[in-house]
């Protein structure tokens, strides 16, 4: 059956960089860590749960499922491990570790859409994952960096840009699932 929900977890995502922006810029150098645990758990689980199933049944055509379906499950094990680690007061360091290889895979599967020409926008899709593959990949800097107060506004600005081009894709996905799919029906109900 035919299951179109990658406008949901591209809107999750929406929401997952622009929360990570807003910590990278004010909030990973914050005594106050805490006010952070909800976005990024309810991020988190949105992305993986929908990143599993879609990994799983492969409810969409062809490899959609895997570029959309993989990264999702590892952007949100990272969104729900950093929830965790910020509750318990852990270091985020071995996540921004993971995050690096999470974002070579995103980085590496923007320049393979755009190569092979997938999804309707292949160019504003692929820089959107080559973007959010680049905040992965420089998770651990930024860590490291994390009192340099022009690295973290340089990161959040990448972090907001990409977020815009995915809720670019995503709101125009919605307006245009409305229309496409409002006489679709279920092959038992046909």
Not at 18 to 34: E, T
Request: proline share 3%; hydrophobic share 55%.
């Amino acid at each position: 059956m035919f299951i179109d929900y990658i406008t949901l977890m591209l809107i999750n995502m929406v929401a997952g960089l622009v929360l990570l922006a807003d910590y990278v810029n004010r909030g990973i150098d914050s005594a106050y860590q805490k006010k952070w645990i909800p976005g990024f758990g309810i991020t988190g689980a949105i992305a993986l749960t929908t990143g599993l199933h879609m990994s799983f049944t492969w409810p969409i055509t062809g490899s959609f499922n895997i570029a959309f379906g993989e990264t999702s499950i590892l952007f949100g094990v990272l969104f729900v491990a950093a929830a965790i680690s910020l509750s318990q007061g852990w270091d985020l360091l071995t996540i921004a570790i993971y995050a690096f290889f999470a974002g070579l895979v995103a980085v590496l599967i923007g320049i393979r859409i755009i190569n092979l020409n997938m999804t309707k926008q292949p160019l504003l899709s692929g820089v959107g994952f080559i973007l959010t593959g680049l905040a992965g990949i420089c998770a651990a800097p930024t860590l490291y960096w994390k009192t340099n107060r022009t690295w973290r506004l340089i990161g959040a600005a990448v972090l907001v840009v990409a977020a815009l081009i995915w809720a670019l894709t995503g709101y125009l996905a919605y307006w245009n699932h409305l229309e496409s799919f409002q006489k679709w029906v279920p092959a038992p109900m046909r």
